[in-house]
Structure formats: structure tokens, C-alpha cells
């Protein structure tokens, strides 16, 4: 059932504490949670979203190689990596076709991510 006057967001997050995290600094956003890349294509497949996050470190694989992807069959939603590593730049996620990359270890993050958030999210047709 989708949201009324809410953006839907994808959270591609296998630590549980960090997607509350990010549920919790999106509280205006209906966010939905996947652990694993297999999980999200599935979601995607279901679903559109006015928003997609990424984790670079996933079970099942790199969130670049997700972000990739997305970028051909969903090349209208915007995407925003994160990454706890030092070694990911932001060119690095821009040439995957992200908007932008947030380290979770900065102390802005939680602003970083709501303003992002709130730049990029776009308006999803019920």
C-alpha cells in the first residue's frame, strides 16, 4: 500500500542499527529496508522510489556494482552511497551514477543524509 504526501525510499543496509538509523533520521520518508543486493533488485522490481541509499559493503556484493545497475533500468531515481571506508570517493560513486557519497563515520552524516535526502528524493505517482 503506498504512503499518502510520502516519498518512498530504498535503504540497501545489511547492519540493522544503521537502517534505523537512517528510518529514523528519514522520518518523514516511508523507508524501506534490504540486507543484500538480491533482495533490493527484488524490491525494485516491486516497487518505485523517490530514493535509493546504498552501502558499499553488502554479503552478496559491492553497493557499485548495485548503483551500476540501477543506473540503466532506474536512471530517473536518485541514489546515495555510504560507506564507513576511508578508500571510496566521491567520484568513485558519481561515475557509478550516485548523486553524491556519505561517510557514516563523519559527525555531520545525519545532517548530510536529511539534506541530501531532501535535495534529491523525488515525487513517485502513486
Do not use: Q
Not at 543496509?13 to 538480491?38: F, H, M, Q, R, S
Amino acid at each position: 500500500m503506498e504512503s499518502y504526501g510520502r516519498g518512498r525510499v530504498l535503504c540497501v543496509e545489511d547492519n540493522w542499527d544503521d537502517c534505523d538509523l537512517v528510518k529514523e533520521i528519514l522520518g518523514e520518508y516511508d523507508v524501506t529496508c534490504a540486507a543484500t543486493l538480491g533482495e533490493a533488485c527484488d524490491l525494485l522490481d516491486e516497487h518505485e522510489y523517490s530514493l535509493i541509499i546504498i552501502d558499499e559493503h553488502l554479503p552478496d556484493g559491492s553497493g557499485l556494482s548495485l548503483c551500476g545497475k540501477l543506473s540503466d533500468k532506474n536512471a530517473d531515481t536518485p541514489v546515495l552511497m555510504v560507506t564507513g571506508d576511508a578508500y571510496l570517493t566521491n567520484s568513485d560513486v558519481v561515475k557509478c551514477g550516485a548523486k553524491a557519497l556519505l561517510t557514516k563515520s563523519k559527525v555531520n552524516y545525519v545532517d548530510e543524509l536529511r539534506l541530501f535526502a531532501g535535495h534529491y528524493a523525488r515525487s513517485v505517482g502513486a
